[in-house]
């Protein structure tokens, strides 16, 4: 049976525990990926019954011990995509081999268990969710900064591609291709940056990131060819999409359910205000004595600051990884060898490594109709953003005869629609809690789709203003630039809120939802600026433009759709879990799935509660 089926079939046994005098204290030991996330007021175990899957709320769980319920979500979610967490011990036909030495095998260890660390209680200030708020705003600050700098590193290019054009006698097109090979970077690199961030922690993949984002970036600077540059660019993006990929866990690492909402909030933000603020930037430094490569050696002063910052002031957040710093102070210290962390058992398969990264994004994203359609529209949408840095040179300096740098300054417009936007889904979010907890905390994907329906019609009336006020050099300037307030909010919104419901409907498998979606959208915002000046140079800005926005008039009833039969859709799905409360009627019928038989399996994966401080009654009765 699949490896999900048995963590359900004992995440209902645990679930299913008469709440005793005995236990009142105490935090049922669950296995570590039974949820991958649930953003609740209250705990929500997933299970599995006669070949349906449910989630059962657990409510007086809460009650006993809050803080460290949420951590138990946590580590679930943590661990339920670490590459080699559910290796098993293979059969090996070798014999076995001598001990050496002469010396016999020496007789079997004691129990395991007792050499494992484990955290101090819920308040064990070694837990990055107990770090005072300070540290916490400091460390969010610095990789807010740093994950804006890779964003911006994606955009700045594309006001030097006319320069580089020209320097190395080649078409414009051949000059865009170092905006897009750097996106087609963004792509490919969290296929290795997340696995890495799961088996040695958060620090480490950013630092080392960081240092080869840098270098690349100079490497840029310097090129004497054009294939060096445009290599250099792939590779720069593919180290800076780590921080792309890895800062959203260091936030879930340090906030808990309460909070992270609004801190993945803010951080999308700077990621997506990032490719929009460097246009202007890059504008005037291309047409300034400092010429086009100093568009590059900005970005590498950035990369280094950023580098050296998470060098000095980054701490680990990953808790697996903490323990296993904790071990090995413990281990030096007390001269015991045996004490260890969890993490330090798990051995990379792989096989593992293939199906979570790879395998599985790609049977979702193609053999999933809420996967495939919604990853349809964002990957045209994040498209039109980087056609945007082709379109909006035409309009301003086309039409309108700014200069580079005055042209990017019309992207604010923007800019200022994705903060309304990010406002907005800031301003709904006690709105969304209190129904949360009206439906035990069990959350409706489809509550986060009217967000989404509104961004995709502002995001379409957006595209027909700036296509009909743009090409015409009698109506001012900011018309067209104004227009931008509704693109930006259409965006945000969309995006914000479609990864969401995709968190939500599909829950221990979001991580390969969003993989998935990420591939495919990548790729779109890697090739749309490729074809965006033939097609508005060959259409018209106004018909190039209307033919966007009925594309993306076309797209709009996508979450309309599911807004009103995604449950039944969900219902059919192989990976999605239902039930009777996470949908709008409330009284969805679960249906049986093709991967979702039931076995008996009496493994017990300690991962999880090992990363978990223990309650002090458990410590206490241990």
């Known amino acids: 049976m ?10 209902q046994e645990d679930a299913q525990q008469p709440l005793s005098p005995l236990n009142r204290g105490r935090v049922p030991h669950r296995a570590s990926n039974e949820v991958e996330r649930v953003i609740s007021a209250s705990s929500v175990s997933t299970a ?77 200030p070694y837990h990055a969710q107990n770090w005072s708020l300070k540290k916490k705003l400091l460390t969010a600050a610095m990789l807010g900064y740093t994950t804006m700098t890779s964003a ?39 296929t290795f940056w997340a696995p890495l961030s799961e088996l040695k922690g958060r620090r480490l993949p950013v630092v080392v990131s960081m240092f080869g984002f840098s270098v690349f970036s100079i490497a840029c600077a310097t090129a004497k060819d054009l294939q060096t540059l445009l290599i250099c660019r792939f590779f720069a993006g593919f180290c800076g999409a780590c921080p792309l990929a890895v800062v959203a866990a260091i936030f879930s690492d340090m906030f808990n359910n309460a909070t992270r909402g609004i801190a993945i909030t803010i951080f999308s933000m700077a990621v997506f205000t990032g490719p929009l603020l460097a246009p202007f ?21 950035m990369g280094w600051l950023a580098f050296a ?32 962390a969890k993490q330090e058992e798990i051995e990379v398969d792989f096989r ?20 495939t359609l919604l990853s349809i529209y964002m990957a045209f949408i994040y498209g039109l953003l980087y056609l945007f840095l082709t379109a909006y040179p035409l309009v301003f300096q086309g039409v309108h005869h700014f200069n580079p740098g005055q042209s990017g300054l019309a992207f604010f417009g923007m800019i200022i629609g994705q903060l309304i936007a990010g406002t907005v889904v800031l301003i709904m979010q006690p709105a969304y809690q209190r129904k949360l907890a009206a439906n035990n905390g069990v959350p409706v994907p489809e509550w986060r789709l009217p967000v989404v329906i509104a961004g995709g019609v502002s995001f379409t009336g957006g595209i027909f203003w700036f296509g009909w006020s743009g090409y015409r050099a009698d109506v001012h300037w900011i018309v067209p630039a104004a227009s931008g307030i509704l693109s930006g909010f259409g965006l945000m919104a969309i995006f914000l809120q479609a990864l969401n419901y995709l968190v939500d409907a599909y829950l221990m498998f979001a991580a390969s ?70 949908t709008l009627g409330g009284a969805a019928a679960s249906t049986s799935s093709n991967d979702t038989t039931v076995e008996r399996d009496d493994a017990v994966d300690h991962a999880a509660a090992s990363n978990v401080p223990k309650s002090n009654v458990e410590t206490e009765k241990a």
């Open 352 to 371: 593992e490594l293939i199906q979570k990264n790879f395998t599985r994004p790609m049977r979702l994203l193609f053999g999933e109709p809420i996967v």
């Open 309 to 340: 910052l998470d060098l000095v002031f980054l701490s680990e957040t990953y808790p697996p990884v903490i323990l296993i710093e904790k071990a090995a102070e413990l281990r030096r210290r007390t001269k015991n060898w045996g004490i260890h």
């Open 281 to 301: 930037v890059g504008g005037f430094i291309a047409t300034s004595y400092l010429g086009w490569r100093w568009t590059m050696y900005i970005v590498s002063i």
């Open 513 to 582: 939802a969003i993989a998935g979606n990420t591939f495919l959208r990548s790729l779109c915002g890697a090739g749309f600026p490729l074809f965006a000046t033939y097609m508005f140079n060959g259409l018209g800005i106004e018909w190039a433009s209307t033919l966007l926005g009925c594309v993306a008039a076309i797209l709009v009833p996508i979450p309309v759709i599911f807004y009103l039969y995604g449950h039944k859709i969900r219902a059919k799905s192989k990976f999605a879990p239902t039930h009777a409360g996470n």
């Open 2 to 11: 699949d490896e999900a089926d048995r963590e359900l079939v004992r995440a």
């Open 152 to 190: 911006f590193a994606s955009s700045i290019f594309s006001a030097a591609t006319t320069f580089v054009a020209q320097e190395f006698n080649v078409s414009p097109e051949v000059g865009i291709l170092g905006v897009s090979l750097f996106v087609v970077g963004f792509a490919t690199g969290p």
């Open 48 to 124: 599995s019954t006669d070949g349906a899957m449910r989630r059962i709320p657990t409510q007086r769980d809460l009650e006993r011990h809050p803080t460290e319920l949420s951590r138990i979500n946590t580590a679930r979610s943590q661990h339920s995509a670490t590459v080699g967490r559910s290796l098993r011990s293979r059969a090996s036909r070798k014999p076995l081999p001598n001990f050496g030495a002469g010396k016999p095998f020496p007789p079997p260890l004691p129990n395991q268990e007792e050499y494992v660390v484990e955290f101090d209680g819920p308040d064990d």
